[in-house]
């Protein structure tokens, strides 16, 4: 597949190295054709993208106009720097010292990532970004919120929390960002967002982002945008977006020992694998553990300390494999997932597309494997029927797929995997049924 032409090259390599000699100013980069400040397209360059995504090409130039935006695209196109551009730009020649523009984003893992982008982007500018979210002490975000940054990057509830303490200052806002509304909304925070929008000053410009249109958020969009100008990335189906799928049939009780037999395969690199549900996804980390295989977890019921570590020794590569259920693995940024693996098929199709845009992001490439009890066909059928192809079954050779279910045991984690064949193998040992 050839690569879409904004894939990311490390910040290592300059862009300028691969500009041909003699480049004349029609030659200039998508982002130069962008209204932005050199000082922001240095920050551009220097985060390592060399073309827009279709979402910023089409939001920035509206953005830096001053209008209201509704923008929708699929996960993994660029939302956060299609509005952390502009938003920067508006602000270049504010002063110091005050919140100019707030980021409400439903996930510390998602204000968290935003706020790293943020550092990048603004790295030329005098603007500071700070992350508001629950989990962690208050007071450096305190000290935030009193000045110490112009932009603040919130999830909710805990903006709420220190709103109630009275030393929040909105009244020089200029900009309000509704980041990934569609899941702000799924997860309750309807109520308290509106508490927040009401705190707001009105003469300002809002921009919503959101993955997908459900009828709640265009109605939030209709009671807080002005004039809105809709931008909307045409929805591709995930196949487009370079990701191999491969269903495996497999008996629910087996599912545990099939995936230590695929983690066997030495190209699955790193590998973030998807449980339905909390309980699910520490059973099986610890029995990857006993099977050999180092995990981390990431659930809701984790600190956000835990998080952090279990993301960072993903990133560093120090467990190659990361169990996490939906909802955390929300804003997890890892370049260069190697494999999702949907140990559980998602009742919703809309979870599959999220998840597998977890690998693939921003145009790599990415395989997807999802074990299938024959009691979640029915949600594959459905799941292949959205995004609009079939998904090839395939059986892992050399798998004893006839070993008997344990007695007194229901389904999930299968029983601790028996060691031979523990051979790693470069080649692929997954094969199509024809
Ligand atoms: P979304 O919010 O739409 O899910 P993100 O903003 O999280 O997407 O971006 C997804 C990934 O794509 C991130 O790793 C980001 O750094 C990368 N990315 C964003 N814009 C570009 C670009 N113009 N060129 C290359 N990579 C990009
Ligand atoms: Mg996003």
């Given at each position: ?255 545990t020992d099939l995936l230590l037999n695929l983690l066997q395969d030495a190209t699955m ?18 029995q990857l553990a006993r099977g050999g295989v180092a995990a ?24 190659r494999v ?74 892992v050779p050399g798998f004893s797929?006839?070993a ?10 299968g029983p601790r995997p028996s060691h031979q064949d523990r051979r790693f193998s470069q080649r692929?040992r ?5």
């Amino acid at each position: 597949m050839t690569p879409q032409p904004w894939v990311r090259v490390p910040s290592c390599m300059s862009a300028d190295k691969d500009t041909p000699p003699n480049t004349s100013p029609s030659d200039a980069t998508g982002f130069d054709r962008l209204p932005l400040h050199s000082k922001l397209r240095k920050g551009v360059q220097e985060i390592g993208y060399l073309e827009p995504t279709p979402i910023q090409r089409d939001t920035i130039p509206h953005a830096v106009a001053g209008r209201d935006i509704i923008g929708t695209a699929q996960t993994g196109t660029g939302k956060t720097a299609a509005f952390l551009l502009p938003l920067l730009e508006r602000l270049l020649d504010e002063p110091r010292g005050r919140t100019l523009a707030l980021i409400l984003t439903p996930t510390r893992e998602l204000a968290l990532q935003a706020d790293g982008f943020l550092r990048k982007l603004a790295g030329h500018t005098h603007l500071r970004g700070a992350a508001v979210y629950g989990g962690v002490g208050m007071a450096d975000q305190e000290r935030a919120l009193r000045g110490g940054a112009e932009i603040i990057i919130a999830t909710p509830g805990r903006l709420l929390d220190h709103m109630g303490r009275g030393y929040v200052n909105f009244r020089a806002l200029r900009i309000l960002v509704l980041d990934e509304a569609d899941r702000m909304l799924d997860m309750g925070f309807l109520p308290d967002v509106r508490r927040i929008l009401r705190q707001l000053p009105s003469q300002r410009q809002t921009m919503l982002f959101s993955a997908t249109m459900p009828p709640e958020v265009v109605s939030l969009s209709r009671e807080f945008l002005r004039d809105p100008k809709m931008v909307q990335v045409e929805e591709r189906t995930v196949a487009a977006v370079g990701v191999t799928h491969l269903a495996l049939p497999v008996p629910s009780h087996l599912k545990t020992d099939l995936l230590l037999n695929l983690l066997q395969d030495a190209t699955m690199t790193s590998v973030l694998v998807f449980t339905r549900t909390k309980h699910r996804a520490d059973r099986l980390a610890q029995q990857l553990a006993r099977g050999g295989v180092a995990a981390g977890v990431i659930h809701g019921n984790r600190s956000q300390n835990q998080r952090v570590r279990a993301l960072e020794g993903f990133r560093l590569g120090e467990h190659r494999v990361l169990v996490a259920t939906d909802i955390a693995a929300r804003g997890v940024d890892v370049k260069d997932v190697s494999h999702v693996v949907n140990f559980d098929v998602p009742h919703e199709p809309e979870t599959y597309v999220h998840r597998v845009g977890r690998t693939a992001r921003a145009q790599q490439r990415g395989d997807a494997y999802t074990l299938v009890a024959p009691e979640e066909e029915p949600d594959l059928v459905r799941i292949e029927r959205t995004i609009g192809m079939r998904i090839d079954r395939a059986k892992v050779p050399g798998f004893s797929y006839e070993a008997p279910r344990p007695p007194g045991r229901s389904g999930g984690p299968g029983p601790r995997p028996s060691h031979q064949d523990r051979r790693f193998s470069q080649r692929r040992r997954v094969y199509r049924r024809r």
